[in-house]
């Protein structure tokens, strides 16, 4: 069974920084593409960014543009930096896989085959 693991998710004040971080925890994320997704109670999954596998082209969705940034860490790791954060900021994130397929939409985003489940990600004063 191939998982994702999400971790980094907290509560900060409006200008705070968190850094996500997506572990494949039985399998190597670096030939796949790997996307951010945010979701808020009652709206349906947005997506973020994503990263292809090679070479690691990055890929934003407009709001997270200029203060998100999606890495690769080692081979079973991506990162989501995020500064500069807003209450609309606020949701679950969720890390996916799946296939480098060249598809890299964000909006609406392509499908992904496996997921995470998810860090609560908190913007509040």
């Known amino acids: 069974q191939l998982q994702l693991v999400e971790s980094g998710g907290g509560s900060v004040q409006p200008g705070g920084s968190l850094r996500l971080s997506c572990v494949g925890s039985d399998f190597t994320l670096q030939y796949y593409t790997v996307a951010w997704f945010r979701q808020v109670p009652g709206k349906e999954r947005v997506g973020v960014s994503c990263i292809a596998a090679s070479p690691p082209a990055t890929f934003y969705n407009g709001f997270a543009r200029g203060r998100f940034t999606i890495s690769r860490g080692d081979d079973k790791t991506v990162y989501l930096q995020m500064n500069d954060l807003k209450p609309e900021d606020t949701g679950v994130y969720y890390c996916?896989?799946?296939?480098?397929?060249?598809?890299?939409?964000?909006?609406?985003?392509?499908?992904?085959?496996?997921w995470g489940q998810g860090t609560q990600v908190t913007v509040s004063s």
């Open positions: 996916a896989a799946g296939g480098d397929t060249g598809d890299y939409r964000l909006d609406p985003p392509r499908d992904y085959d496996y």
